[in-house]
């Protein structure tokens, strides 16, 4: 059966005429849904329910009410638009103070942080299982080659046989170890594979064309390109984050660009 709308206006007024709502009658209506017949039915209630459903159709009446829809809608105004090239705001709040240490002598000083909500993950030789770490808690990440090499380039004869041959090319390649050292000292040793941004910019420096982010890279296994030997292969040394990091940093890199100078630096490049 299909029930229609409850006939609550008149249910009031028969209460206020009987001046009392301890029993009224309250009349349905509605079609059966097989044969589509018309019917009516009356039940008995007490006042409480009836002034219940006289409360509901009245909030609803009420919601409805063009007043109450200008009312909301001057409330539920759509966020501000966000422009694409408007400037970067300032150094992330998860950004932590220090400097990275390249293979050859490059000092990158900012403001270190990974993707949101990203963590360290190494495998921790000790226990045998993956850690994972909050960049927050750490005060160094220093990385240590155990074993590199010169790759030769092999390619197949043929693309339906399976032999190869030797085109006499090589590329240099590197397997690395990392060891993380936790501000209250525990160190954790393992492979490691992650992606650091380092912020270049001072506090409240806006950003501009010329201060985007470096991107670096720490690897478990790295290769190089075919010609460049293992001196080419520039890997990420030593990280060092905190205020003293920073500072030691900023004390680095400013030696190191007095005895460079004179000479212009194509910028820290690692793959």
Same mark, same amino acid.
């Given at each position: 059966?299909?029930? #229609? ?14 001046? =009392? ?34 409360? $509901? ?16 809608? $001057? ?11 408007? @400037? ?6 998860? $950004?932590? @103070? ?5 293979? !050859?002598?490059?000092?990158?000083? /900012?403001?270190?942080?990974? =993707?949101? !909500? ?12 993956? *850690? ?28 339906? *046989? ?5 085109? #006499? ?54 290769? #190089?390109?075919? /010609? ?13 984050? #905190? ?7 900023? *004390? ?7 005895? =460079?100078?004179?000479? =212009? ?7």
């Amino acid at each position: 059966m299909k029930y #229609g709308m409850l006939g609550v206006p008149t249910i009031l007024a028969r209460g206020i005429r009987d001046r =009392t709502f301890l029993a009224s009658r309250l009349r349905i209506s509605g079609s059966h849904s097989g044969s589509g017949r018309k019917f009516h039915k009356w039940r008995r209630g007490t006042g409480a329910k009836f002034l219940c459903l006289f409360a $509901a159709w009245g909030i609803m009446e009420l919601l409805a009410s063009p007043t109450i829809l200008l009312w909301a809608s $001057a409330f539920a105004q759509e966020p501000p638009a966000i422009n694409p090239f408007a @400037p970067r705001p300032a150094i992330r709040e998860d $950004a932590v @103070p220090g400097y990275v240490e390249l293979s !050859d002598g490059t000092i990158v000083v /900012g403001h270190i942080y990974m =993707t949101r !909500d990203k963590r360290l993950k190494i495998y921790d030789e000790s226990i045998q299982r993956q *850690r994972e770490i909050p960049l927050s808690a750490v005060a160094q990440i220093e990385c240590k080659i155990l074993k590199e090499w010169m790759e030769k380039e092999w390619r197949f004869r043929e693309t339906t *046989r399976d032999e190869k041959y030797y085109t #006499g090319r090589q590329y240099p390649a590197r397997e690395y170890e990392h060891t993380i050292t936790l501000k209250d000292g525990r160190q954790i040793t393992g492979g490691l594979a992650e992606i650091l941004y380092v912020d270049t910019r001072q506090d409240g420096q806006e950003a501009t064309s010329d201060s985007e982010p470096v991107r670096l890279i720490l690897h478990k296994r790295q290769k #190089g390109e075919i /010609g460049e030997t293992l001196k080419d292969l520039v890997y990420v040394k030593m990280v060092k984050l #905190g205020e003293e990091a920073l500072a030691e940093g900023k *004390r680095k890199a400013s030696v190191r660009k007095t005895t =460079t100078s004179g000479k =212009t630096a194509s910028g820290p490049r690692t793959r």
